[in-house]
């Protein structure tokens, strides 16, 4: 079935340095991309999203790009810092069915080293 | 309110126990969502609601599972006869239209079968 993957299950930062999270995806359908920041205990917090129609976004110190000629998403967060620390998914969105449902990838672990 | 909410937050029960989760969206969101989302894992769809639309109920893993939307607001999510293969954190999320704004998450409902 379709999927979404990440290619690095933990990543650790030094505070203040830019962290990169990465994302492959497989449904070349998919035209909605989105993510999401989950803390120990809490939902997903929605972060930025981006469409298919863009290359680029940019939030506040954070800025998603997304390939869509090798299918890859990322996420940029500049000047990391430990309130960061947190698992960040990566969920898409593709058209057509009666659901616009978004499917998730299984998360990456951010650790901002103090 | 101005989340989506969700109770109880944690529930323990018996196997083969039934159980009711509960699912208030933000006012005024049409769609809502139910996800599963094991430890360690990423988030696995169960359900969809859209307005009066029949519910897309394709990632419901078995029969005892159903959920139903009262008065397009409230969800209920009921398990029956528990398994403990069913523990895991139930999430809920509604959104306007179809999504393409993001969702809102609830913090879930931590399920614990024993």
């Known amino acids: 079935g379709e999927s979404v993957g990440l290619h690095l299950p933990t990543l650790s930062v030094q505070e203040g340095d830019n962290s990169i999270i990465n994302c492959a995806y497989s449904?070349?359908?998919?035209?909605?991309f989105i993510w999401y920041k989950q803390e120990s205990g809490k939902g997903p917090q929605f972060i930025i999203d981006?469409?298919?129609?863009?290359d680029k976004r940019q939030g506040q110190r954070v800025t998603v790009l997304l390939n869509k000629t090798v299918k890859h998403l990322s996420l940029q967060i500049a000047a990391t810092q430990p309130g960061d620390s947190a698992v960040y998914f990566c969920?898409?969105?593709?058209?057509?069915?009666?659901?616009?449902?978004?499917?998730f990838g299984t998360g990456t672990l951010l650790a901002v080293q103090p | 309110g101005a989340g989506v909410s969700q109770s109880p937050s944690n529930k323990v029960t018996e196997k083969g126990k039934d159980v009711e989760l509960r699912c208030d969206p933000i006012?005024?969101?049409?769609?809502l969502y139910w996800y599963r989302q094991s430890l360690g894992q990423g988030l696995e769809f169960l359900i969809y609601?859209?307005?009066?639309?029949?519910?897309?109920k394709s990632g419901l893993p078995s029969d005892r599972f159903s959920a139903e939307r009262t008065g397009g607001s409230v969800s209920t999510l009921t398990i029956q006869r528990t398994q403990q293969e069913d523990s895991a954190v139930y999430l809920c999320?509604?959104?306007?239209?179809?999504?393409?704004?993001?969702?809102?998450f609830g913090s879930g409902t931590r399920l614990t079968v024993v």
């Open positions: 999320a509604s959104s306007f239209n179809r999504g393409q704004e993001g969702y809102t």
């Open positions: 449904n070349s359908a998919s035209d909605y």
């Open positions: 981006i469409r298919s129609n863009m």
């Open positions: 969920a898409e969105m593709g058209r057509g069915g009666a659901t616009n449902k978004l499917i």
């Open positions: 006012s005024g969101h049409t769609a």
């Open positions: 609601f859209q307005g009066n639309s029949a519910p897309d």
